[in-house]
C-alpha cells in the first residue's frame, strides 16, 4: 500500500499536470506507477499529452518521487489518510465532479460516503436569526442521520459544525490549507472534536498556507461532496454564493433561509430566491421532499439487489462499470474508465461483452447507458 500511495502522491506533484490529465494518464497506463515507468514513446501516444505535457512527466518523475516520500512519511506521523481519486474511501459524490481533486488528505473517522450528506455555508458575520436558524436546521437534520460539511470559518461555517457536534452528527471541515495548518487557529479545539467522528479534508498538501485565491477551489470540494448546499445568510458579493453557483454548475441542489429584505447579510439568500437559483428551505420537510430522502430507502434497497443479483453473473471489472452508469444514468466511454477505474485498454472489450449480455446500449459520441 505504501508503495501504491507512493506513486499517487508523486503523480500529483508533477508541474503542469492536472487533475484531468492525472486521469487520463491513469487510463491509459494502468496505475500510477505505470505513469511514471512509461517509456516517452508510449506517453506521446496518448491523446492530450504534448511536448510540455511529456516533459513534466519523464524530466520530473525523480524529483516528484523523492517529495512523495517526505509526504507520506508526515501523513504517517500525523495520522493523515492520503485518498487518491481510485480509492475506496474516497467521497463518490466528489469523483463525479470533472475538476475533482485528484488526491485528498483526510484526517478523522467519517465516512465520506456516507447516505445523506449536506453542506452548510454562509456568511462570516451572521446575525441572531441566521445563527439560530442555522442551529435549527442542524438539530432537524438529526432524524435523517446528515454528515455536515462546511469550511470551518468564521460565521455560519462554525456554528454548523458546532451544532453538528452537540447533535451527535458527523460533521466534516474542508479548508483551504495544509492538515498541519488549522485555519483560524481559534477553530482548533472544534476541529479536535471532529476528528471523533466527523474530521478535516483538504487538497492542499502539508505547509499549505491558507492564500485567498485558495479558498475558491476549496469551496468546490464542499459543494461536490454534499447532496445539497444549503445557505443561510450571504451577502451580494461572497464566497458563499460562489459556493452556490459550483454546486449549480455540478447539478448538485442549493437551498436558501429567506432572510430579512432590510439586512445586508439576506440579500444574497434573497436574491438565490428570487432568480429560482435555490429552493426555498423553511423546514427540513423541503430537504427531504427536495432530494427525495422518503424514497432513499427503497431505492438503496433495490440497487442493493440488484448488485447482489450481478455478482453472480458479471466480473468484478463488469461491476464496477455498472455501479458507475446506475449513478450518472450515461457517460462518455474516457469518463467512465477513471470513474469505474478500468484501464481505457481494457474498457471497450468489457462493455462489448456488457451489450451481448443485454444490459448496456451504446449511444452517438463514444457514450454508453444502462438498458432501461
Known sequence: MADAHLYEVALTLLPGIGG??????VSYCGSPKAVLEAPPGKLQKIPGIGPKSLRAVTDGARQALLEAEKIIRQA???????LFYTSEDYPDRLKQVADAPTLLYFKGKADLNQQHIVSMVGTRKPTAYGQAVTERIVEELKQHHVMVVSGLAYGIDIVSHRAALQHGLPTVGVIASGQDIIYPSAH????????????????SPFGTKPDAHRFPARNRIIAGMSDCTIVVEAAMKSGTLITADIAHSYDR???????NITSSVSEGTNYLLKTNKAAVYTSVQDLVELLNWDLAHKQSQKQQNLTLFNQDEFSA????????????????MD??????????????????SLEFKGVVKALPGKRFSLLA
Open 253 to 259: 441542489e442549493v437551498m436558501a433561509v429567506p432572510g
Open 76 to 82: 504517517e506521523e500525523l495520522q493523515v489518510k492520503l
Open 317 to 332: 471489472d463488469e461491476l464496477k462499470i455498472l455501479k458507475v452508469l446506475q449513478q450518472s444514468q450515461e457517460e462518455q
Open 335 to 352: 469518463n467512465l474508465s477513471w470513474k469505474a477505474q478500468v484501464p481505457v485498454s481494457q474498457l471497450a472489450s468489457l462493455l462489448l
Open 20 to 25: 484531468q490529465l492525472t486521469r487520463l494518464l
Open 188 to 203: 482548533s479545539r472544534y476541529a479536535d472534536k471532529m476528528m471523533e467522528r466527523g474530521g478535516i479534508l483538504t487538497e
